[in-house]
């Protein structure tokens, strides 16, 4: 059986023709990359004995393989940082038997650190920059270059008129390195070391730290403070340095081959200048920690590490590298948690539940997609019956128990979450143990949070599964059957609209035609209509409820009904929501119709926006309505926004990549048309030519008229494209412009609601942190934060219209908070 | 920064499956290629009785779905324990290879496999009793399966007549 390879450039539809033809190299690199990669895993023998052998192979493997084993281990600093300190005792047993190779591996990561910071991977050159640190500790770097290195790092922090991101970026680098080489360096170099932490220390302090709030899970300082990641990190850094160094977490194979290592040369580091800062730069964002356990949460067994302590940074560090390095394979992903190095001396299932929800929770994203911790999560519980699970419910406990600060973002997060995981257990909870929630406002976080979950179990599973579930206790909370609510019915045939819903439906049922229906619905009355109007241009909101009211009605059944149902009747909707009015109206009536199915309402809000019956602006207005003002703290309200804005944004995003691939057609076909004398060019050019039809047909011409034919062509060609390019270029300009409004109206439209509120509460003299205010703050900064990358082209128009300083200032703060995060 | 490693790029999960659909139109190469290219999963061993919406509901957390087309029995036009998801894009589809397949709707196990498009007629079953194949051979009871396999059922059957 061939060996399976993922390469989309060597698949060739099974059949073999085209893959490489396996030859020697190939095959020896593919077993050095394998060596060098496994090095370290389950093995029979002893860590220290396998790279005591794989060194040996390696340095054999020198005079005709060393570019490849340059290439492999530089690759594996990069993307494989939880085995740091394996590879580079790896590295300081070949430096020892061969300097030259030292030298140029060290070479080689400089070249390599250069360009992942040219290329904006930040997280990969801290790896790199770890790894170079952790060679001092191999005797392959000297210490007074890496020092050297590092204060150059912090010099950065003395630049002006440079992003904070930035300086950031460049003293966590050091700070992180620390843990690993922290006691070398201040045992060679005390003195500029301590000058270095002092710098160090000064930056922090003037630190502006106005992006924090919004990047908290919990606002509540207790029982964890949620700390800046830097702040935290210098903490842990001066607990390491009153404790002298001492660091006992981090795996150190080099240590039982020091005295082969320190007969070993030193190479120094050359001058390392960071990169100045250029204005396409993307610095990581900040971050917050998150600390949800601390050791009385983990009674038996190994004691947790401190939240101050570098032993808890590495940890975190290196589980948080395996998900990045394992995150497409969950069964491997779980295992490689599981066998976490020194696990014995930790409780590492606590710290792979905190790891998990860390990322889960992070703001503004998650590092990858949500669904991956719910099935991360249930691997981890297969692997690990006994205890996982355990723990996995001592954390959602702690999770609801907290609710009242939670971000309410994040509460979004969990409810998907937990419910999600329930699906996959049989819904089995003891919900009992949550009925303090019965009691009190409903509108308190932790009866929502029931609310919401149950409402997501029931779209798992169905109403009565639901009902049977909980105890008749939280019946209350027990979302409504999701059943369509029909106007005209036999008891309301009183209704203005009741007879024609007849008729229509009737006409529907006998697959009337759709001039047919419109000429039916033409004699649909006007409430609204005003006295001069007799070309009956008013909108006609009847006109708009009866019919689609009653198809939606006949396609109530199923998604697929009601989306055949939209389809099959689209000119009569186009037609009925000409105006502004007209798409608002017909959001209404599927409100009206299925306020219980909120599901449902999802869907065909987003079927109605694709097939252009109603636009993302009036979507965003009808959710800010009086209608569903009531609703406006229920999840579903912000997930069809959210769903609307990015729709907007993808549909943006389409139109520019098709103005760029004509770019690119018209500067191929210039470049075509000035090499025209050469024919040699021409017949490059039609092979290369991606419409086949054109150059078969030119094939097909003799002699000189060919040419000359050619260029004819090419430029009516290039005008053609010329033209489409002007056209798409306005269609990208229309779509931008659409964007911008809808970011105007959603941020309009809270602003006016958080001005009301807390324009009535100071006339009645209330307190205007109701849980109201909490979630709708919330919900702005969400919108900020989930669309950072498209608002931050609006920010002009964003501060000269709407964020300026006549605003209230608890308002404004929400906007302030999201500009210091510089993002 | 080109430099990859092999052995670090498993990503077996969105993996082709051995299945090959046997009533398709064309060589094996090319629908191979469509396999590939595909954003459209068949999904398999659901309950006669899950949803649309169910389905709409767990595949959605992958990303936007374009369309669910839920299998039938060719006979009796009712649910038939499979159907398929439509994404708009690729990722979304192998992220949900990823992290869908293989765990639970409905309280069953369930199962992703690319598919290479949906075609008017491929949403009936293929089993000579109208439901899908493989609940012909079936020897287990599954309650949400129509009870016993189709087969087995018909065996019954003659073994009822058979014993007095």
Same mark, same amino acid.
């Given at each position: 059986?061939?060996?399976?390879?993922?390469?989309?450039?060597?698949?060739?539809?099974?059949?073999?023709?085209?893959?490489?033809?396996?030859?020697?190299?190939?095959?020896?690199?593919?077993?050095?990359?394998?060596?060098?990669?496994?090095?370290?895993?389950? =093995?029979?023998?002893?860590?220290?004995?396998?790279?005591?052998?794989?060194?040996?192979?390696?340095?054999?493997?020198?005079?005709?393989?060393?570019?490849?084993?340059?290439?492999?281990?530089?690759?594996?600093?990069?993307?494989?940082?939880?085995?740091?300190?394996?590879?580079?005792?790896?590295?300081?047993?070949?430096?020892?038997?061969?300097?030259?190779?030292?030298?140029?591996?060290?070479?080689?990561?400089?070249?390599?650190?250069?360009?992942?910071?040219?290329?904006?991977?930040?997280?990969?050159?801290?790896? &790199?920059?770890?790894? #170079?640190?952790?060679?001092?500790?191999?005797?392959?770097? %000297?210490?007074?270059?890496?020092?050297?290195?590092? +204060?150059?790092?912090?010099?950065?922090?003395?630049?002006?008129?440079?992003?904070?991101?930035?300086?950031?970026?460049?003293?966590?680098?050091?700070?992180?390195?620390?843990?690993?080489?922290?006691?070398?360096?201040?045992?060679?170099?005390?003195?500029?070391?301590?000058?270095?932490?002092?710098?160090?220390?000064?930056?922090?302090?003037?630190?502006?730290?106005?992006?924090?709030?919004?990047?908290?899970?919990?606002?509540?300082?207790?029982?964890?403070?949620?700390?800046?990641?830097?702040?935290?990190?210098?903490?842990?850094?001066?607990?390491?340095?009153?404790?002298?160094?001492?660091?006992?977490?981090?795996?150190?194979?080099?240590?039982?081959?020091?005295?082969?290592?320190?007969?070993?040369?030193?190479?120094?580091?050359?001058?390392?200048?960071?990169?100045?800062?250029?204005?396409?730069?993307?610095?990581?964002?900040?971050?917050?920690?998150?600390?949800?356990?601390?050791?009385?949460?983990?009674?038996?067994?190994?004691?947790?590490?401190?939240?101050?302590?570098?032993?808890?940074?590495?940890?975190?560090?290196?589980?948080?590298?395996?998900?990045?390095?394992?995150?497409?394979?969950?069964?491997?992903?779980?295992?490689?948690?599981?066998?976490?190095?020194?696990?014995?001396?930790?409780?590492?299932?606590?710290?792979?539940?905190?790891?998990?929800?860390?990322?889960?929770?992070?703001?503004?994203?998650?590092?990858?997609?949500? *669904?991956?911790?719910?099935?991360?999560?249930? +691997?981890?519980?297969?692997?690990?019956?006994?205890?996982?699970?355990?723990?996995?419910?001592?954390?959602?406990?702690?999770?609801?128990?907290?609710?009242?600060?939670?971000?309410?973002?994040?509460?979004?997060?969990?409810?998907?979450?937990?419910?999600?995981?329930?699906?996959?257990?049989?819904?089995?909870?003891?919900?009992?143990?949550?009925?303090?929630?019965?009691?009190?406002?409903?509108?308190?976080?932790?009866?929502?949070?029931?609310?919401?979950?149950?409402?997501?179990?029931?779209?798992?599973?169905?109403?009565?599964?639901?009902?049977?579930? *909980?105890?008749?206790? @939280?019946?209350?909370?027990?979302?409504?059957?999701?059943?369509?609510?029909?106007?005209?019915?036999?008891?309301?045939?009183?209704?203005?609209?009741?007879?024609?819903?007849?008729?229509?439906?009737?006409?529907?049922?006998?697959?009337?035609?759709?001039?047919?229906?419109?000429?039916? &619905?033409?004699?649909?009355?006007?409430?609204?209509?005003?006295?001069?109007?007799?070309?009956?241009?008013?909108?006609?909101?009847?006109?708009?409820?009866?019919?689609?009211?009653?198809?939606?009605?006949?396609?109530?059944?199923?998604?697929?009904? =009601?989306?055949?149902?939209?389809?099959?009747?689209?000119?009569?909707?186009?037609?009925?929501?000409?105006?502004?009015?007209?798409?608002?109206?017909?959001?209404?009536?599927?409100?009206?119709?299925?306020?219980?199915?909120?599901?449902?309402?999802?869907?065909?809000?987003?079927?109605?926006?694709?097939?252009?019956?109603? /636009?993302?602006?009036?979507?965003?207005?009808?959710?800010?309505?009086?209608?569903?003002?009531?609703?406006?703290?229920?999840?579903?309200?912000?997930?069809?926004?959210?769903?609307?804005?990015?729709?907007?944004?993808?549909?943006?995003?389409?139109?520019?990549?098709?103005?760029?691939?004509?770019?690119?057609?018209?500067?191929?076909?210039?470049?075509?048309?000035?090499?025209?004398?050469?024919?040699?060019?021409?017949?490059?050019?039609?092979?290369?030519?991606?419409?086949?039809?054109?150059?078969?047909?030119? /094939?097909?011409?003799?002699?000189?008229?060919?040419?000359?034919?050619?260029?004819?062509?090419?430029?009516?060609?290039?005008?053609?494209?010329?033209?489409?390019?002007?056209?798409?270029?306005?269609?990208?300009?229309?779509?931008?412009?659409?964007?911008?409004?809808?970011?105007?109206?959603?941020?309009?439209?809270?602003?006016?609601?958080?001005?009301?509120?807390?324009?009535?509460?100071?006339?009645?003299?209330?307190?205007?942190?109701?849980?109201?205010?909490?979630?709708?703050?919330?919900?702005?900064?969400?919108? @900020?934060?989930?669309?950072?990358?498209?608002?931050?082209?609006?920010?002009?128009?964003?501060?000269?219209?709407?964020?300026?300083?006549?605003?209230?200032?608890?308002?404004?703060?929400?906007?302030?908070?999201?500009?210091?995060?510089?993002? | 920064?080109?430099?990859?490693?092999?052995?670090?790029?498993?990503?077996?999960?969105?993996?082709?499956?051995?299945?090959?659909?046997?009533?398709?139109?064309?060589?094996?190469?090319?629908?191979?290629?469509? #396999?590939?290219?595909?954003?459209?999963?068949?999904?398999?061993?659901?309950?006669?009785?899950?949803?649309?919406?169910?389905?709409?509901?767990?595949?959605?957390?992958?990303?936007?779905?374009?369309?669910?087309?839920?299998?039938?029995?060719?006979?009796?036009?009712?649910?038939?324990?499979?159907?398929?998801?439509?994404?708009?894009?690729?990722?979304? %589809?192998?992220?949900?290879?990823?992290?869908?397949?293989?765990?639970?709707?409905?309280?069953?196990?369930?199962?992703? /496999?690319?598919?290479?498009?949906?075609?008017?007629?491929?949403?009936?079953?293929?089993?000579?009793?109208?439901?899908?194949?493989?609940?012909?051979?079936?020897?287990?009871?599954?309650?949400?399966?129509?009870?016993?396999?189709?087969?087995?059922?018909?065996?019954?059957?003659?073994?009822?007549?058979?014993?007095?």
């Amino acid at each position: 059986m061939p060996r399976r390879r993922r390469h989309s450039d060597e698949y060739d539809g099974g059949r073999g023709h085209k893959r490489r033809r396996t030859s020697e190299p190939i095959e020896i690199e593919d077993r050095l990359e394998s060596l060098i990669i496994r090095v370290g895993e389950k =093995s029979t023998s002893s860590l220290e004995s396998n790279l005591e052998g794989l060194a040996g192979v390696l340095e054999a493997d020198l005079p005709n393989y060393k570019n490849k084993i340059l290439r492999i281990l530089c690759c594996v600093a990069r993307l494989l940082p939880e085995k740091l300190t394996v590879y580079t005792t790896l590295v300081g047993l070949l430096n020892a038997r061969n300097y030259n190779f030292g030298g140029e591996f060290v070479e080689a990561m400089i070249r390599q650190l250069k360009e992942t910071l040219k290329n904006n991977l930040y997280q990969e050159a801290v790896y &790199l920059v770890r790894f #170079l640190s952790d060679l001092v500790n191999c005797h392959v770097i %000297a210490a007074p270059s890496m020092v050297a290195m590092f +204060e150059n790092f912090i010099s950065v922090t003395q630049e002006e008129d440079v992003p904070q991101v930035r300086s950031d970026w460049f003293v966590y680098v050091v700070l992180s390195c620390l843990p690993w080489v922290g006691k070398e360096l201040h045992e060679k170099k005390d003195v500029e070391m301590e000058r270095l932490l002092s710098q160090i220390d000064g930056y922090l302090k003037r630190r502006v730290k106005t992006h924090v709030p919004m990047l908290q899970v919990w606002t509540a300082e207790k029982p964890h403070p949620q700390e800046e990641y830097l702040d935290c990190l210098w903490a842990q850094v001066q607990k390491l340095k009153k404790d002298r160094w001492q660091e006992r977490h981090i795996l150190r194979p080099y240590i039982a081959f020091d005295s082969v290592l320190c007969e070993a040369l030193q190479h120094n580091l050359p001058p390392f200048t960071p990169p100045g800062h250029m204005p396409h730069a993307n610095y990581p964002m900040p971050q917050v920690v998150f600390r949800i356990f601390d050791y009385t949460d983990a009674p038996e067994g190994p004691v947790m590490p401190g939240s101050h302590s570098v032993e808890r940074f590495v940890i975190e560090e290196n589980l948080h590298c395996i998900i990045k390095t394992h995150w497409r394979e969950r069964k491997t992903c779980a295992a490689q948690l599981l066998s976490y190095p020194g696990k014995n001396n930790i409780p590492l299932n606590y710290h792979i539940v905190e790891v998990i929800f860390g990322e889960l929770f992070r703001l503004p994203a998650p590092p990858h997609i949500d *669904v991956l911790y719910t099935t991360l999560l249930i +691997e981890l519980c297969k692997l690990q019956p006994g205890s996982l699970p355990q723990v996995l419910a001592q954390a959602t406990e702690m999770l609801y128990m907290r609710l009242d600060s939670m971000n309410t973002t994040c509460v979004d997060r969990l409810i998907n979450w937990f419910s999600h995981h329930l699906s996959n257990f049989q819904f089995r909870w003891s919900w009992d143990d949550w009925s303090d929630c019965l009691a009190g406002d409903p509108e308190k976080p932790k009866p929502k949070f029931v609310k919401e979950v149950l409402e997501k179990c029931m779209r798992l599973s169905y109403h009565q599964r639901i009902v049977d579930l *909980v105890p008749p206790t @939280f019946s209350g909370l027990i979302p409504a059957p999701p059943i369509f609510i029909y106007k005209y019915t036999e008891e309301n045939s009183s209704l203005p609209g009741y007879a024609m819903s007849i008729t229509i439906g009737n006409a529907i049922k006998n697959r009337a035609s759709n001039e047919e229906i419109l000429t039916i &619905l033409k004699d649909v009355p006007n409430p609204n209509q005003e006295d001069d109007d007799d070309e009956g241009e008013t909108f006609n909101p009847l006109k708009v409820d009866v019919f689609l009211q009653t198809l939606l009605h006949l396609a109530a059944k199923s998604f697929s009904h =009601s989306f055949s149902a939209l389809g099959k009747f689209h000119e009569i909707l186009k037609n009925l929501t000409e105006s502004d009015e007209g798409k608002l109206h017909v959001l209404k009536v599927v409100y009206e119709v299925w306020r219980n199915h909120p599901q449902m309402m999802a869907v065909l809000v987003d079927k109605l926006i694709r097939t252009q019956i109603v /636009d993302c602006a009036t979507v965003a207005n009808w959710l800010f309505s009086q209608d569903l003002a009531h609703e406006f703290t229920r999840l579903f309200v912000w997930e069809v926004l959210h769903s609307t804005v990015r729709k907007m944004d993808k549909h943006v995003q389409k139109i520019q990549e098709e103005l760029e691939r004509a770019k690119d057609r018209l500067e191929k076909q210039q470049h075509r048309r000035r090499n025209s004398g050469n024919e040699e060019d021409m017949e490059k050019a039609s092979e290369d030519e991606e419409d086949g039809d054109r150059s078969s047909e030119e /094939d097909e011409e003799g002699g000189g008229a060919k040419s000359r034919s050619r260029a004819k062509r090419s430029s009516e060609e290039e005008e053609g494209l010329e033209e489409q390019i002007d056209r798409l270029q306005e269609k990208v300009e229309a779509a931008q412009s659409q964007q911008k409004n809808l970011f105007l109206v959603i941020f309009q439209r809270f602003i006016m609601l958080l001005t009301e509120h807390l324009v009535r509460c100071e006339t009645s003299s209330l307190d205007f942190r109701t849980p109201w205010y909490k979630n709708c703050t919330e919900r702005l900064q969400q919108v @900020f934060l989930t669309h950072h990358v498209i608002i931050q082209q609006y920010m002009g128009t964003l501060e000269n219209l709407l964020f300026t300083a006549e605003l209230d200032p608890h308002i404004l703060n929400v906007y302030q908070q999201f500009c210091a995060l510089q993002l | 920064m080109a430099a990859k490693l092999n052995a670090l790029s498993s990503d077996s999960y969105i993996d082709m499956s051995r299945y090959r659909d046997q009533h398709f139109v064309g060589e094996l190469s090319a629908q191979e290629k469509l #396999l590939q290219q595909s954003h459209t999963l068949y999904v398999g061993n659901l309950s006669f009785y899950t949803t649309e919406e169910q389905v709409h509901e767990l595949f959605s957390k992958s990303g936007d779905i374009k369309r669910i087309i839920i299998g039938l029995d060719k006979i009796k036009k009712t649910a038939c324990g499979f159907c398929f998801v439509e994404y708009y894009t690729r990722t979304d %589809a192998e992220n949900a290879m990823r992290f869908i397949n293989g765990t639970r709707l409905d309280d069953r196990m369930i199962r992703t /496999d690319w598919d290479a498009g949906f075609i008017e007629g491929r949403q009936y079953g293929r089993g000579f009793f109208g439901g899908q194949v493989r609940d012909e051979y079936r020897r287990d009871y599954d309650p949400a399966r129509g009870g016993y396999g189709k087969l087995a059922q018909q065996t019954r059957t003659q073994e009822g007549q058979n014993t007095f």
